[in-house]
């Protein structure tokens, strides 16, 4: 069986995959709150832990991203939320697929989160796989407005930020904060009073890789069995996985997705026996069914992560 570093490594391997923004409506977000010391917010993010109470909320949230802020609400249940609870946050990262980039979903754990915020700040710290990367810079985002009855949320860029944001980038945000609030909103982005452009989400099958790895997470310790959940719009549902040593294939099969007809992402998962395999590091890829075998098409969409057996 998985046996994870921490208990809130655990605690991640089994609710990640929950934490599904595009998966609807099935897959909700569900907070990690093991009050186990991890991984502070990144920089300067002392944020009050919100829970889904900020999506609920009737009133208008804002929060500063610079010095030390705290939420200005007049929700006591917001503001008598403890800090220091760790939760797996959802954000979204630029990755090479046979069409170009596109955006994978990543789950790290952070120490007094707050939803759609701490998202924000992972896509300025960037990713926690070397397969992805960010294309928000340290110190892009100033301040959030979070109005989820309006369905806009408000993204305040300071002179950090890029000056002409790609469509990519903006979509990083939209995704981003969707994931972290469970609400389909839109984001309006600000540089000072002046909104330079309002963006809802992109259609998923043109924006998101059509694989995407959960669990495991990148350099996770197993023994026995590994673990693995994702999402994917595969061909009959039909998500083939290899495991890789040494660029030589030491195993291979494959996962079945709840489904594939739907212009959307939907959740797989299963067990791999791993406990043949020697001690060291492997790489998990899983991928996309591609029937042709590369005749047709543009090839196999894919998604990998290293994992160490014990």
């Known amino acids: 069986m998985n046996r994870p570093d921490t208990e809130l490594d655990r605690q991640l391997a089994d609710l990640l ?22 991984r502070a917010t990144p920089r300067r993010w002392g944020l009050v832990a919100g829970g889904g109470a900020l999506a609920l909320a009737a009133t208008v949230t804002v929060v500063a991203l610079t010095g030390n802020p705290s ?12 800090t220091g609870v760790t939760t797996a946050v959802p954000a979204y990262f630029v990755g090479e697929t046979p069409t170009g980039d596109r955006l994978y979903r990543e789950f790290q ?6 939803p759609g915020l701490s998202g924000l700040a992972l896509l300025e710290s960037g990713p926690t796989d070397p397969d ?11 301040e959030q407005i979070s ?3 309006a369905g806009v949320v408000h993204v305040f860029l300071t002179d950090a930020a890029p000056e002409e944001p790609s469509d990519l980038a903006l979509q990083q945000v939209v995704y981003t904060v969707r994931a ?3 609400e389909q909103v839109e984001v309006a982005f600000h540089r000072g009073e002046t909104v330079v452009d309002t963006v809802a989400a992109a259609p998923q099958l043109q924006t998101l890789s059509l694989v995407s790895l959960s669990d495991p997470a ?3 310790q197993v023994s026995g069995t590994l ?4 999402v994917a719009n595969s061909h009959e549902a039909t998500v083939p996985w290899r495991i890789v040593k040494d660029d030589v294939d030491v195993d291979a099969s494959f996962f079945t997705a709840r489904d594939w007809m739907g212009e959307r992402l939907f959740p797989f998962e299963g067990e791999i026996d791993v406990s043949s395999l020697d001690p060291g590091t492997y790489t998990l890829i899983v991928e996309t069914s591609d029937p042709s075998g590369g005749s047709e098409g543009f090839g196999p969409y894919s998604d990998s992560r290293s994992f160490v057996v014990e």
């Open 71 to 82: 939420p200005v609400t007049t929700d006591p249940d917001i503001a008598d939320e403890p």
């Open 132 to 142: 992805y990367r960010t294309l928000w810079p340290d110190g892009s985002f100033e």
């Open 227 to 230: 673990d693995v959940k994702g």
């Open 180 to 182: 972290g609030l469970q």
């Open 147 to 149: 109005d989820p009855e």
């Open 17 to 38: 995959h929950d934490a599904v923004a595009e998966v609807e409506p099935e897959d909700r977000l569900a907070d990690v709150r093991a009050r186990i010391p991890r």
């Open 109 to 114: 754990a952070v120490q007094g989160a707050t």
């Open 218 to 220: 990148e350099g996770q």
